[in-house]
């Protein structure tokens, strides 16, 4: 509860985005057509910095380790059209990559929206 509270301010630092907070992680998403990439790209760099400019007076550290991008395109077609190489970087202090599946909250979510990965994750277990 007071961690929430600690954190009540924060969405002020965010314009245009949605982010959802679970304890201390934190996840941002923006909906654009792939035309817009480039542009947004720049646009979640200039929410960073105001998130840093945030974390910094409220001694938060950022877990580098963890900071991951990706990109959801439904089609598999356009996401082989996209140049990654060619792609500005989202830079949180360092550079982050770009990966084409992540792990949230135990749910595997892929650059495709294909579940194969979840359902091959829980038929291990």
């Known amino acids: 509860m007071l961690f929430s509270l600690y954190l009540s301010d924060f969405g002020s630092t965010l314009s245009n985005y949605i982010?959802?907070?679970?304890?201390?992680d934190l996840i941002i998403y923006l909906d654009?057509?792939?035309?817009?990439l480039a542009e947004n790209i720049k646009k979640i760099n200039e929410n960073i910095?105001?998130?840093?400019d945030w974390i910094t007076p409220n001694q938060l550290l950022i877990n580098e380790a963890k900071m991951q991008a990706i990109i959801i395109i439904?089609?598999?077609h356009y996401i082989n059209a996209i140049d990654f190489d060619a792609l500005s970087s989202i830079v949180v202090e360092i550079p982050v990559r770009f990966v084409t599946e992540i792990k949230y909250l135990g749910i595997v979510m892929s650059s495709s929206l294909s579940w194969d990965k979840q359902c091959n994750e829980e038929n291990k277990s």
């Open 74 to 76: 439904v089609g598999i």
């Open 49 to 52: 910095e105001n998130i840093v």
């Open 19 to 24: 982010y959802n907070f679970y304890a201390d």
């Open 32 to 36: 654009c057509k792939s035309s817009k």
